[in-house]
């Protein structure tokens, strides 16, 4: 053995060596004998990243937690199939290329045309994508790459289109018209999830639209942060238990705001806060998914006044000094307006949860439009013959036992998101991405998962929603709908997967529509577990980021520590659900662990007596040490003991604990105290002494580096195969 651990040699050796086994292909497994074609089986799912640019610490963590899963089951026997991909991540992809063409060129997609702007977008996404490949590979994620997938591939198109049909065919996707997120920079409808809501100070006015015909004023005050909206209302709402107001509920008032004649009618809802404001609002159907809402119970009309770009368009006022104007300038105006004819009664400043676009930073314009949506609270009979809404089927998904999710907290805050759950908005008016399966001819509409035949069909502009065909992610991955025999057989042993593993972040994003498509379109639940891990951040507990310079590039630590150090370090000291605060003196430290199991290896070695094979590496004069012997030993009952407790923390998926037990055991135990008690055996002994001795240490010390090599795998499969030359310990029992 070198004196030294060379990482870079190793780790880069090592790799190619499991390459070339192909032993993370269950079916290779089972050609060359090390799993039985009827074992158990356990699949699972890499969360597709993103091709955006490359992984970051966050993403290392995922496929820490995920490898430890996929190489103990492994070594258990079972035929174990961990699936790669890469998603192609619509509306964020284009974002980023739309922001490199506004940069370098200065043009927009437009001034490039769809088909050149597409293949600028996939030629990154394709670049993108191999550099994540190389970063994955680099942290020894044991993944089975002849199985990789692509959210845009042929073959996930085919399940997309498939999907859109039957979901429409059950009634479950319709087209229509509702109050939407729109990104007015985008020029796009965003979901809920890619909203960020940012914490910022507004003036809340309060104030009476004006006078009436009979020269009385407006007799209810409402309050709002947009007076520029309030030129689109059609109600004003109160509680139905405000008795202040109990005397206008029905009544309709006409009046002239800002220039602006109004047909108000007084509503009695719920959903208005009788403790906001003057406990009245005006109702704006138009632009406040709330008042949609409110607008649908009691029949109110919608009246447009903002466009596509933010800015006024109020058809009921053509001459209105306000078209045409940014929202913002409008409201000045109107303010300016109220208070010079002495309707504003108060003007205060509050907080404001302000609604921006995730990807490009607009302020966000509720806006009626015309698009596809999922319908959550409609019934359907699935394809195991359940009748109910996919809200339903949802959540007995997890509330029947289906699905476990850990940690158990989860499962209280997944309930209350479905609670809340509305329609999906599924479509996009972006050009990257799964294209509608909709055509068009004058008054006919075509839906399928292949074009129509004949001429003048047209086929809908907007893209799918990315998460859309990410939902499909637990089963497309395997073909479906499958057309061969391999994907019959695929969906059949691997799906449902047995685990998902993701961060908790995505719990809504992610997860729930997973378990909503399948529930939909098979019948079974995607997966048996869900396992939500924490997200990783800096020294002090912050967020990393670019622009805090904070971050930590997995990659460079592999280079610089190992792999095996990094892997190690985004592990122990977090369990489920938990935050983990991650410093380069700490995988340092994973680095020096390295080095002492290195440094035990070669002390073995370099003691090994006799020739250097046999059970346990010694022949010759002196005898093998008898194996029962070795077992009833104290120090073997404390292994086999560690060994239990290890398993039950895994079974558990207490990885941190597992991994801090292994850490004491090697270090604190077998070398600070087991091998220092047989030194002088090893040195002064007899031949029986030394065999006896150093097959104690053997043993002690591959045991335990079998059971370290889902979180450590490239020293321990380094060092196996100097002591057990001829088989990878990747594929040994566990």
């Not at 008016?429 to 998962?449: L, S």
């Not at 207490?654 to 270090?667: P, Q």
Request: some cysteine; aromatic content about 10%; charged content about 30%.
């Amino acid at each position: 053995m070198e004196s030294r651990y060379d990482i870079k040699e190793v780790e880069t050796r090592i790799a190619k060596a499991w390459d070339d086994a192909g032993y993370a292909n269950p079916d290779v497994c089972v050609e060359k004998g090390v799993a039985k074609k009827d074992a158990e089986v356990f699949s699972m799912i890499l969360p597709p990243p993103n091709v955006t640019g490359e992984l970051h610490i966050g993403h290392a963590a995922m496929l820490v937690i995920e490898d430890i899963l996929a190489r103990r089951n492994r070594m258990q026997g079972k035929r174990t199939l961990w699936v790669p991909g890469a998603d192609h991540a619509a509306i964020a992809t284009q974002s980023k290329v739309e922001k490199l063409l506004q940069k370098e060129e200065k043009k927009s997609r437009h001034d490039l045309g769809r088909e050149e702007f597409l293949r600028r977008v996939n030629d990154y996404a394709r670049k993108s994508h191999d550099f994540i490949v190389t970063q994955v590979k680099r942290m020894g994620a044991s993944l089975d790459w002849s199985r990789e997938a692509y959210t845009l591939d042929d073959t996930r198109e085919r399940a997309v289109r498939t999907a859109f049909k039957k979901l429409h065919d059950l009634g479950l996707i319709y087209r229509g018209d509702r109050v939407v997120n729109w990104d007015p920079k985008g020029q796009t409808v965003i979901s809920d999830d890619e909203v960020v809501h940012e914490e910022r100070t507004a003036m809340l006015y309060t104030f009476r639209y004006g006078t009436l015909a009979d020269g009385t004023p407006f007799p209810i005050a409402i309050s709002t942060t947009r007076p520029e909206t309030k030129v689109g209302d059609t109600a004003v709402a109160v509680h139905p238990s405000d008795a202040r107001y109990r005397d206008f509920v029905g009544k309709e008032y006409d009046v002239v705001f800002c220039g602006v004649p109004l047909h108000l009618r007084v509503i009695a809802d719920e959903a208005v806060e009788k403790d906001f404001g003057t406990g009245a609002l005006g109702v704006t159907p138009a632009h406040s998914a709330i008042d949609w809402e409110m607008a649908q119970r009691h029949r109110l009309p919608l009246v447009p006044v903002i466009d596509e770009r933010a800015r006024m368009a109020i058809a009921a006022a053509p001459g209105s000094p306000l078209n045409g104007m940014k929202t913002a300038e409008a409201r000045e105006r109107i303010v300016e307006e109220l208070r010079a004819a002495g309707l504003i009664e108060k003007e205060e400043e509050v907080p404001q949860s302000v609604a921006t676009a995730e990807r490009t930073g607009a302020i966000i314009e509720p806006l009626p439009k015309l698009q596809w949506f999922i319908a959550v609270d409609k019934a359907f009979t699935d394809p195991a013959g359940r009748t109910a809404t996919l809200k339903e089927h949802m959540r007995d998904a997890v509330r029947g036992g289906g699905i476990k999710i850990v940690p158990a907290h989860f499962e209280k805050i997944y309930f209350n998101w479905i609670d809340h759950l509305h329609d999906w908005c599924i479509s996009r008016q972006i050009w990257f991405g799964h294209r509608i399966p909709v055509w068009y001819r004058g008054a006919e509409t075509f839906v399928g998962a292949a074009a129509p035949a004949g001429e003048g069909w047209k086929q809908d502009p907007d893209t799918l929603d990315t998460w859309f065909s990410s939902g499909l992610w637990p089963f497309s991955v395997f073909g479906w709908p499958p057309q061969t025999e391999k994907e019959k057989g695929d969906l059949a042993a691997y799906f449902p997967n047995t685990i998902l593993e993701t961060g908790y972040d995505i719990l809504f994003f992610w997860v729930a529509r997973m378990i909503l498509m399948s529930s939909a379109l098979t019948g079974q639940v995607p997966f048996r577990t869900v396992y939500l891990h924490g997200l990783v951040r800096d020294a002090k507990g912050q967020k990393m980021s670019k622009s805090k310079g904070n971050g930590i590039d997995p990659l460079e630590m592999a280079d610089k520590y190992g792999a095996d150090a990094t892997r190690l370090s985004l592990v122990i000291g977090t369990s489920a659900g938990n935050d983990l605060k991650l410093s380069e003196d700490r995988i340092r430290g994973y680095r020096n662990f390295s080095t002492k199991l290195w440094n035990i290896a070669r002390f073995l070695e370099m003691n090994r007596p006799g020739g250097a094979d046999g059970t346990h590496g010694i022949v010759g004069a002196a005898a093998v040490a008898d194996a029962e012997k070795i077992a009833a030993r104290d120090e073997a009952k404390a292994l086999a003991a560690l060994k239990r407790e290890v398993d039950a923390h895994l079974d558990a998926f207490e990885f941190h604990l597992a991994g801090e037990k292994l850490y004491h055991y090697l270090w604190h135990t077998l070398a600070d105290v087991v091998v220092e008690a047989e030194k002088k055996n090893l040195r002064e002994g007899t031949a029986e002494e030394k065999a006896e001795s150093y097959a104690l240490l053997e043993h002690l010390f591959l045991d335990a580096i079998a059971l370290l090599h889902p979180f450590m795998p490239f020293i321990t499969e380094e060092i196996w195969g100097i002591f057990r030359p001829g088989r990878m310990l990747m594929v040994e029992p566990w």
